[in-house]
């Protein structure tokens, strides 16, 4: 997903259970040409993969979604509306390695996405 977003902030709570992001996505990347011609709208996909993109440069190390228990869409993203994304992430991290992720990505202060998912780093 190269150049889809820029990231602006990244906070992390002392001990690593909460963190909160931001990204600048760019409504010029070309997956918004054919998603939607004249109503650019980021696909749902894309909005799992930064959230493990994200968490990735929070833990810093690589992670693998095992498991994705409930992913719910609240709302479209139009990029040239709403370019600027929140991501607030609650980590539980397990002593095997397992991170259990509940995830809230936000524009304009309204949650367009809910995810609760299963990382292996």
């Known amino acids: 997903m190269n150049n889809l977003y820029t990231l602006r902030l ?59 228990g409930s992913v719910k869409y609240l709302g479209f993203v139009n990029p040239e509306i709403m370019p600027l994304l929140e991501f607030r992430f609650q980590l539980n991290h397990a002593e095997d390695g397992t991170i259990y992720c509940s995830a809230v990505v936000s524009a304009h202060e309204k949650a367009v996405c809910s995810f609760k998912g299963t990382f292996h780093g």
Not at 29 to 46: D, K, Q, R, S, Y
């Open 10 to 68: 990244m906070e992390s709570s002392p001990d690593g259970s909460a963190v909160r992001s931001e990204i600048m996505l760019n409504s010029r990347h070309t997956i918004f040409e054919g998603h939607f011609p004249g109503n650019p709208i980021l696909p749902g996909v894309c909005t799992i993969q930064i959230i493990r993109e994200l968490l990735e440069i929070s833990i810093r190390k690589p992670l693998k979604m095992v498991a994705a």
